[in-house]
Nanobody
């Protein structure tokens, strides 16, 4: 499966962005999908994930209550709605998919990665 992330940009503290991950080339409903992010000089970190059906989601503590992940299997899309953005949310956001039914927070469990979209939150 190929993944294309979009929706990043520059926003002020407290603002919102909506990231989209569009998939192609596979049976999208067979994949758990997650978002990771990487800030300059830091390791890639887990942000959120959603299971195959969309019935189960998981968030990093740092984004819980501010971010919402959802998916539309018919449209082969996963959305990450980000509200209440903070400067610490700045980074390149990657969507990734795993041919597994469970949710994982470790990047090594994911098989396919998109190219990333840059989110910059100014203070």
């Amino acid at each position: 499966v190929q993944l294309q992330a979009s929706g990043g940009g520059l926003v002020q503290t407290g603002g919102s962005l909506r990231l989209s991950c569009a998939a192609s080339g596979g049976t999208f409903s067979n994949y758990t999908v997650a978002w990771f992010r990487q800030a300059p000089g830091k390791e890639r970190e887990f942000v959120s994930a959603i299971n195959r059906s969309g019935g189960s989601t998981y968030y990093a503590d740092s984004v819980k209550g501010r971010f919402t992940i959802s998916r539309d299997n018919a449209k082969m899309t996963v959305i990450l709605q980000m509200n209440g953005l903070k400067p610490d949310d700045t980074g390149v956001y990657y969507c990734t998919a795993a041919w597994r039914g469970s949710i994982y927070v470790r990047a090594s469990f994911y098989d396919y990665w998109g190219q990333g979209t840059l989110v910059t939150v100014s203070s």
